[in-house]
């Protein structure tokens, strides 16, 4: 049997093979900043930054399915201007127009409700789009008020206001704070990042010796923290079990990505930053699984036996679900899991999933653990990045054809 | 109708013991065969791949009518499951389609290629995605009414009895209005479906065994309401 450090390192691999390649990172970059640029030109006084999982670190491939779908890059465009100076509108006109305006960006351009993408040619067969989501500063007094309902008041400097498409191209102006949660985000990574970071940094170097002459070249934005890593591999496993629900409303079943940026960071925050990936995964899933017991404990029993944890919380009163956002005292990143009781509960056996095929297939023998790897990121990514690794002289496994039905009298 | 007799089972057990070396004989007399041990089950469909090993017992009558039985030993099966039986009895599938299988000339081999691996596979899926790959009867009475509306391809229930009842107890001829009621010939209507049924007396005493059951049912459900 494969020992159970090469089957992390293997899962490792895999994983930063789906994550941005230094060549795309520093593509990506260069191209925002000449859109940046553009949008200056046209006379668009604006700030662009990166948010999301290229911000945060924990890019990875989209389409679990498709091992070569294109890499969605989220950015900001942020006018320097506040939400009362300008309507929402008048706002996505603004960069709208500049940007139909080029030859250089009106081809590659998509209009969506939220945001405007631009498409680029396949580098290496990989392609990606950045999509920018206009936005405004929030205004003082909102920022004041946000300030006031904070238990993190210095996060909320940086609240933006971005259109919110409500049919009809009628838009409003929604609160959101990248810069803050990215903020949030680094405190907690951090000492995550620190640990071990010449040997990471080292590696990265190692796996990229076309790119980089010395370590002093990797950007920050590439180096990846036990944290991150475990992020990643979670998304992963994420897009892959609700596309196999083989429901048409699958997306809007599946934990949006912040959920899972926030859960991961909130309780990385009491774990040993020295943990490795997979000592981190297992305390990130334990303590999620702990607060699975919500979907049947009443909370004050939650609470006797699971002390003051209050990641995920559980109204007594009402029964609500909440996820705070620590850069925003006014979202609930579980408000769908009120209207809808089948998300938390599908989120949860996912969790439980995550845990037995992350977690307990590390000691199975080869060819059941190999069977699990493919359950968890898919037959096909699996065969492009392991090949045969684990399998056994088994054959491969027979289909079921009939397909009966279990019954009982 | 005899499911397995004397002749045929021991040639069928021991090519069962061949595929599975993890099952050994635990008990064999005149009535029956116990194999005891633990089988790999390594089958996909739908992007999962079940790859594991479980403790089973399966228990062949012989000479008899009755099915072989799979029981879950190794208590894989969580006990909230529904198609578990409390003594650990797989609910593989309706006595109905399985004797069918049988009688269309089915093996012990084949038996646990269709119902018993895909049993575990169903299970492992249903313990993953929270829903059964396949569908799943409903119990008692309405999941042997469904089988015979799989067989007959019919979705309505009433048709599908009075299918049921002129299999069971008629002779065919086609050119008859189908006992469906639609007022077509049977054999442009159901026929395709009943005919191959009624030319076999283990099949026909199969469905007159499956209609005695429902009107034996009904009857006493009537009782209960006039009660």
Same mark, same amino acid.
């Given at each position: 049997?494969?020992? &159970?450090?090469?089957?992390?390192?293997?899962?490792?691999?895999?994983?930063?093979?789906?994550?941005?390649?230094?060549?795309?990172?520093?593509?990506?970059?260069?191209?925002?900043?000449?859109?940046?640029?553009?949008?200056?030109? /046209?006379?668009?006084?604006?700030?662009?930054?990166?948010?999301?999982?290229?911000?945060?670190?924990?890019? $990875?491939?989209?389409?679990?399915?498709?091992?070569?779908?294109?890499?969605?890059?989220?950015?900001? /465009?942020?006018?320097?201007?506040?939400?009362?100076?300008?309507?929402?509108?008048?706002? %996505?006109?603004?960069?709208?127009?500049?940007?139909?305006?080029?030859?250089?960006?009106?081809?590659?351009?998509?209009?969506?409700?939220?945001?405007?993408?631009?498409?680029?040619?396949?580098?290496?067969? *990989?392609?990606?789009?950045?999509?920018?989501?206009? #936005?405004?500063?929030?205004?003082?007094?909102?920022?004041?008020?946000?300030?006031?309902?904070?238990?993190?008041?210095?996060?909320?400097?940086?609240? !933006?206001?971005?259109?919110?498409?409500?049919?009809?191209?009628?838009?409003?102006?929604?609160?959101?704070?990248?810069?803050?949660?990215?903020?949030?985000?680094?405190?907690?990574?951090?000492?995550?990042?620190?640990?071990? +970071?010449?040997?990471?940094?080292?590696?990265?170097?190692?796996?990229?010796?076309?790119?980089?002459?010395?370590?002093?070249?990797?950007?920050?934005?590439?180096?990846?923290?036990?944290?991150?890593?475990? &992020?990643?591999?979670?998304?992963?496993?994420?897009?892959?079990?609700?596309?196999?629900? %083989?429901?048409?409303?699958?997306?809007?079943?599946? =934990?949006?990505?912040?959920?899972?940026?926030?859960?991961?960071?909130?309780?990385?925050?009491?774990?040993?930053?020295?943990?490795?990936?997979?000592?981190?995964?297992?305390?990130?899933?334990?303590?999620?699984?702990?607060? #699975?017991?919500?979907?049947?404990?009443?909370?004050?029993?939650?609470?006797?036996?699971?002390?003051?944890?209050? !990641?995920?919380?559980?109204?007594?009163?009402?029964?609500?679900?909440?996820?705070?956002?620590?850069?925003?005292?006014?979202?609930?990143?579980?408000?769908?899991?009120?209207?809808?009781?089948?998300? =938390?509960?599908?989120?949860?056996?996912?969790?439980?999933?995550?845990?037995?095929?992350? *977690?307990?297939?590390?000691?199975?023998?080869?060819?059941?653990?190999?069977?699990?790897?493919?359950?968890?990121?898919?037959?096909?990514?699996?065969?492009?990045?392991?090949?045969?690794?684990?399998?056994? #002289? *088994?054959?491969?496994?027979?289909?079921?054809?009939?397909?009966?039905?279990?019954?009982?009298? | 109708?005899? !499911?397995?007799?004397?002749?045929?089972?021991?040639?069928?057990?021991?090519?069962?013991?061949?595929?599975?070396?993890?099952?050994?004989?635990?008990?064999?007399?005149?009535?029956?065969?116990?194999?005891?041990?633990?089988?790999?089950?390594?089958?996909?469909?739908?992007?999962?791949?079940?790859?594991?090993?479980?403790? *089973?017992?399966?228990?062949?009558?012989?000479?008899?009518?009755?099915?072989?039985?799979?029981?879950?030993?190794?208590?894989?099966?969580?006990?909230?499951?529904?198609?578990?039986?409390?003594?650990?009895?797989? /609910?593989?599938?309706?006595?109905?389609?399985?004797?069918?299988?049988?009688?269309?000339?089915?093996?012990?081999?084949?038996?646990?290629?269709?119902?018993?691996?895909?049993?575990?596979?169903?299970?492992?899926?249903?313990?993953?995605?929270?829903?059964?790959?396949?569908?799943?009867?409903?119990?008692?009475?309405?999941?042997? &009414?469904?089988?015979?509306?799989?067989?007959?391809?019919? $979705?309505?229930?009433?048709?599908?009895?009075?299918?049921?009842?002129?299999?069971?107890?008629?002779?065919?001829?086609?050119?008859?209005?189908?006992?469906?009621? /639609?007022?077509?010939?049977?054999?442009?209507?159901?026929?395709?479906?009943?005919?191959?049924?009624?030319?076999?007396?283990?099949?026909?005493?199969?469905?007159?065994?499956?209609?005695?059951?429902?009107?034996?049912?009904?009857?006493?459900?009537?009782? +209960?309401?006039?009660?």
């Amino acid at each position: 049997m494969i020992g &159970i450090f090469e089957r992390q390192a293997d899962i490792l691999k895999l994983i930063s093979l789906l994550d941005i390649s230094p060549t795309l990172y520093k593509n990506a970059n260069d191209k925002y900043q000449a859109l940046a640029k553009f949008l200056e030109e /046209c006379d668009i006084e604006a700030d662009m930054y990166p948010h999301g999982s290229f911000a945060l670190g924990t890019v $990875v491939r989209p389409s679990a399915k498709d091992p070569d779908a294109a890499y969605d890059l989220d950015f900001i /465009c942020q006018l320097r201007q506040t939400r009362d100076q300008i309507s929402p509108s008048e706002l %996505r006109k603004k960069i709208e127009d500049a940007l139909k305006s080029s030859d250089r960006y009106s081809g590659k351009l998509t209009i969506y409700e939220e945001c405007f993408t631009i498409e680029y040619a396949d580098i290496n067969g *990989i392609k990606f789009t950045i999509d920018i989501v206009p #936005a405004a500063d929030e205004t003082s007094q909102k920022k004041q008020d946000l300030i006031e309902k904070s238990d993190r008041p210095d996060l909320l400097y940086t609240a !933006i206001a971005i259109p919110k498409h409500n049919g009809n191209r009628n838009y409003s102006w929604l609160t959101n704070n990248p810069r803050g949660f990215h903020q949030w985000f680094e405190e907690i990574n951090k000492p995550f990042l620190s640990f071990n +970071r010449e040997y990471r940094r080292r590696e990265i170097l190692n796996s990229n010796r076309m790119v980089f002459e010395s370590v002093d070249d990797i950007p920050e934005g590439l180096e990846r923290s036990s944290m991150q890593r475990v &992020i990643q591999i979670l998304k992963f496993h994420r897009d892959m079990f609700y596309q196999n629900l %083989r429901r048409a409303d699958s997306d809007d079943l599946k =934990p949006i990505s912040a959920i899972i940026n926030t859960l991961v960071a909130a309780i990385s925050a009491s774990a040993n930053p020295q943990s490795n990936v997979f000592e981190l995964l297992a305390y990130v899933l334990d303590e999620l699984n702990i607060y #699975a017991q919500h979907q049947t404990l009443l909370t004050e029993d939650f609470t006797r036996r699971y002390g003051s944890r209050s !990641i995920i919380r559980r109204s007594s009163n009402d029964r609500i679900w909440v996820i705070p956002n620590p850069a925003d005292p006014e979202d609930n990143l579980a408000d769908k899991w009120n209207k809808n009781p089948e998300i =938390p509960k599908l989120f949860f056996t996912w969790v439980a999933v995550c845990s037995k095929d992350l *977690i307990n297939s590390l000691s199975l023998p080869d060819s059941q653990f190999r069977s699990t790897m493919d359950n968890a990121f898919g037959k096909t990514t699996m065969q492009k990045y392991w090949g045969e690794k684990y399998r056994t #002289a *088994i054959p491969t496994a027979k289909p079921i054809v009939t397909k009966p039905k279990p019954y009982r009298i | 109708m005899i !499911i397995l007799n004397l002749t045929s089972a021991a040639e069928q057990i021991s090519a069962l013991l061949k595929t599975y070396p993890g099952l050994k004989i635990e008990k064999s007399d005149l009535n029956e065969v116990r194999l005891l041990g633990n089988i790999h089950i390594y089958r996909t469909a739908l992007d999962f791949t079940l790859d594991n090993y479980y403790d *089973i017992e399966i228990r062949i009558p012989i000479d008899s009518s009755s099915l072989p039985i799979a029981i879950d030993i190794g208590n894989a099966i969580e006990p909230s499951y529904p198609h578990r039986y409390v003594n650990g009895e797989l /609910c593989l599938e309706t006595d109905t389609a399985v004797k069918l299988r049988f009688i269309d000339g089915f093996n012990l081999l084949k038996w646990m290629d269709e119902y018993v691996e895909p049993y575990y596979f169903t299970y492992e899926y249903f313990m993953r995605f929270g829903f059964f790959p396949f569908g799943e009867r409903p119990h008692g009475l309405e999941g042997i &009414i469904n089988t015979y509306q799989e067989i007959f391809n019919e $979705v309505d229930i009433g048709k599908t009895l009075r299918l049921m009842m002129y299999s069971a107890y008629e002779s065919y001829r086609g050119h008859i209005n189908c006992p469906c009621g /639609c007022n077509k010939r049977l054999r442009i209507c159901h026929g395709k479906y009943i005919f191959p049924l009624m030319t076999n007396s283990d099949i026909k005493e199969l469905i007159q065994k499956d209609v005695e059951s429902i009107r034996k049912a009904i009857t006493e459900n009537a009782s +209960r309401n006039n009660c």
